[in-house]
């Protein structure tokens, strides 16, 4: 879904006040409003940012400054908003597949369903019209694509009101890379966001045959050197863990999804799910490629479809339980999705063997952490589960199909644009957007939040004092001061004489398809992989993780050699279409390191083949002048990357410090379009490579250019740059505010309330 380039938000900074009195003959009163900035420093966003900043300074505010990476910034701006650590920061997402569909924009950048993202997010406060539009968009609550548009037309206006986030542009970016070396970048997301890179990445030889690696007989060793902007930022665990692309990219060479997206089209193909039909209630604006016809099925109802009274719907926290669906109950779609044998026992990274309890695991916890009755229940998660709720209606899981290990027949109103993606999200493999998913290392998680030792999520973790979970690093692993680490809840696992001994959880349910002798066997497999690799990211893609260096900012990936899958599997949707005459099993390249570079040495170390991919998405005209004049480089183009301004909704006085927070108050925000020069950002910042953007709707999408261009044109033309009225509606808002004054120096100035 999306990248969280994410952006950087400036510590704490003191703000040295002005004497309220014997202040000469300035006559000023107050303090000057103060503007804190967190700003990028490691591509254009640097550039932005100052620009940015200038803005805001001709406009009266006095900004201050704090400069970094990504990962030196990110501490500060997804903390609590309301400690005023923060005003705006530059920021940046990547789209990491073609997007069909940008309708769940609205709900995902303003408002709280996207709450798992931290506390910035759970203090979003839209409009109820605008979280009611927001929301319906966000799960397809439309049965025409008229209704859609009526919902575009009220939700735009209503995001450029509530301007929490401040669009700027659409880059053009570009991934350089040695000229032997190839792989699937995604037209959106390049190589750094697709979800197939590693599937396919492989060094070629001069006729461009790809190289078989050593340890499946090939000449040489063979080690790819990758970097990227930043690295190791947050913490991994596949439940509330990282989300930030440059974590996201060597975790998804360990795992694999049910079905992948295509990266030419950001449609999806059946990887360890075999086929998959659809049935959709008749007139709903469903479309179906003729390229999925070999393995979707999709056919129409003249009336929603039946729900059984045998579907689960809802997860008892206290009986630990399904709870099946209502008599009557009917649905708009039917999606079946089809496990052929041999799903249960694809080999695991610690020789354990993927098995019904990993589906199930991923699923429960999709339903219990909204639980309030739950052991590791999550006030933060209740909006992402309540939006789910909308449209869920149930699914039955078949273990006895002949041929197949596993049958999910899901029943949901919610109506995807196309058929392909509505098989994709009901496909129920235990993978999702912060990595992929193994029972026995998220049970050992589950004891640990039970005990609030640590919290999956960077929500809980902040509101309860504890650490955020990670299964690679830190004190939630290994444990250190107050904090019971995953390691030593392995060990109670292990402990005969412990009550955690051979724990499996939800075992009301998961107890009928593993035993006691199963979980021991598990946990011993996942004690050897931590006793040799020292961290518990286990999984079955085809790579596994190898060496974490937290200190250096580097990770090292192994070619796991028991992957099962043909090495061409996915050599279809890349350009050219590579031959292998091999007939290669499993992964190209022998290890894969991955560390951190600047966009400059990149350059100068893929020149002197010192390194053979950057997989961060450029978009600096001069860069590529280089890269496209050397014969022993090229890149890949991709369109995903954009950059938005991110504001802080909280105050408008902070609790925590009592300095005055203007972005608190939408009319400020909204002037902030008004006063931003988009067209210098792409001329002058990026040369050319970047488009004008406004809105939460991309403009090299579908959306933008076949559906609403009148809209997104009407909405442009209302927000194009005018610095005067920017000035004109931020004084007016700044003035209702208690306290405040605008000086003879253009500055604001105010004087805290007092209680």
């Known amino acids: 879904m999306t990248r969280k380039l994410l952006f950087c938000i400036v510590a704490a900074l003191m703000v040295l006040p002005l004497a309220l009195s014997g202040c000469g003959t300035t006559g000023i009163v107050g303090e000057p409003v103060s503007v804190k900035m967190l700003i990028r420093n490691n591509d254009q966003r640097l550039d932005i940012g100052d620009y940015v900043g200038n803005q805001l300074e001709e ?289 695991l990274h610690d020789g354990s063997t993927l098995d019904a309890a990993d589906f199930l695991m991923y699923t429960i916890l999709q339903f219990d952490r909204a639980k309030a009755d739950s052991d590791i229940y999550d006030a933060d998660y209740q909006a992402t589960y309540d939006a789910f709720m909308q449209h869920f209606k149930g699914f039955v899981w078949d273990f006895d199909e002949p041929g197949y290990d596993l049958v999910i027949t899901t029943y949901d109103d919610l109506v995807l644009l196309d058929a392909e993606l509505i098989a994709r999200a009901n496909t129920w493999f235990p993978s999702g957007s912060y990595g992929p998913y193994v029972w026995h290392n998220l049970a050992l998680g589950y004891l640990a939040e039970k005990d609030l030792q640590s919290a999956f999520s960077q929500a809980k973790a902040t509101a309860e004092g504890i650490e955020w979970m990670s299964l690679i690093a830190g004190p939630s692993l290994v444990g250190g001061g107050s904090t019971k680490g995953l390691v030593q809840y392995l060990g109670d696992v292990l402990n005969s004489g412990n009550a955690n001994y051979g724990f499996i959880p939800y075992e009301n349910v998961i107890g009928d398809y593993i035993d006691q002798a199963h979980a021991v066997a598990r946990y011993n497999n996942l004690k050897t992989f931590y006793n040799t690799y020292g961290h518990l990211q286990v999984a079955s893609g085809p790579y596994f993780l190898s060496q974490v260096d937290t200190t250096g900012d580097k990770v090292e990936l192994d070619a796991f050699t028991s992957y099962p899958d043909a090495g061409d599997m996915w050599f279809f949707t890349m350009d050219p279409v590579p031959s292998d005459p091999s007939g290669h099993i499993g992964p190209w390249v022998d290890k894969i390191t991955v560390e951190i570079e600047t966009h400059d040495n990149a350059i100068t170390r893929l020149q002197s083949g010192d390194l053979d991919v950057y997989a961060a998405g450029l978009a600096d005209a001069d860069i590529f002048e280089t890269v496209e004049a050397d014969p022993d480089l090229h890149y890949y183009l991709s369109a995903g990357l954009f950059d938005e301004l991110t504001l802080n909704p909280s105050g408008p006085f902070f609790p925590s410090t009592g300095k005055l927070n203007p972005f608190a108050l939408p009319a400020i925000r909204e002037a902030l379009n008004w006063a931003i020069d988009r067209d210098y950002i792409v001329g002058e910042i990026y040369g050319g490579m970047a488009y004008a953007r406004y809105t939460c709707v991309g403009t090299v999408t579908g959306d933008y250019l076949n559906r609403y261009p009148a809209l997104l044109a009407a909405t442009e033309d209302e927000y194009a740059y005018d610095f005067d009225r920017a000035d004109a509606a931020i004084e007016e808002a700044m003035l209702t505010i208690t306290g405040v004054t605008r000086e003879a120096d253009g500055k604001y100035y105010y004087t805290e309330p007092t209680t």
Not at 60 to 75: A, D
Not at 142 to 147: I, K, L, R, V, Y
Not at 177 to 189: I, K, P, S, W
């Open 59 to 347: 406009l009266g505010f006095t900004v201050e400054r704090q400069y970094g990476t990504g990962g030196e910034l990110s501490g500060i701006w997804l903390d609590d908003p309301s400690l005023g650590l923060w005003n705006v920061y530059t920021g940046a997402w990547i789209n990491t597949a073609v997007p069909r569909d940008e309708g769940a924009n609205f709900g995902q950048f303003y408002t709280p369903l996207w709450a798992d993202m931290g506390p910035l997010w759970a203090a979003y406060t839209p409009t109820d019209e605008f979280l009611a539009v927001a929301t319906k968009l966000w799960w397809n609550d439309f049965s025409t694509m008229a209704e859609r548009q009526t919902l575009f037309e009220e939700a735009l206006p209503m995001a450029m009101k509530d301007s929490v986030r401040v669009f700027l542009d659409d880059r053009t970016s570009f991934t350089p890379l040695r000229a032997d070396v190839a792989a699937a970048a995604d037209a959106y997301g390049g190589v750094e966001g697709s979800w197939l890179w590693a599937n396919t990445i492989h060094f070629e030889d001069a006729s461009g045959t790809p190289i078989v690696p050593a340890w499946a007989g090939g000449p040489a060793t063979l080690t790819m050197h990758i970097a990227l902007e930043d690295l190791l930022i947050e913490p991994w665990n596949p439940v509330a863990g990282s989300n930030w692309a440059f974590d996201a990219f060597p975790m998804k060479a360990t795992g694999e999804m049910g079905m992948e997206y295509d990266p030419r089209d950001g449609l999806a193909w059946p990887h360890i799910a075999s086929k998959a039909e659809v049935t959709y209630l008749a007139g709903l604006p469903v479309g179906q490629s003729s390229g999925s016809a070999s393995w979707l099925t999709v056919t129409t109802s003249p009336t929603e479809i039946p729900v059984p009274t045998t579907a689960w719907y809802d997860w008892d926290a206290v009986a630990g339980e399904w709870e099946t669906a209502a008599a009557g109950t009917t649905a708009k779609t039917k999606t079946v999705v089809y496990y052929p044998t041999g799903t249960f026992g694809r080999p």
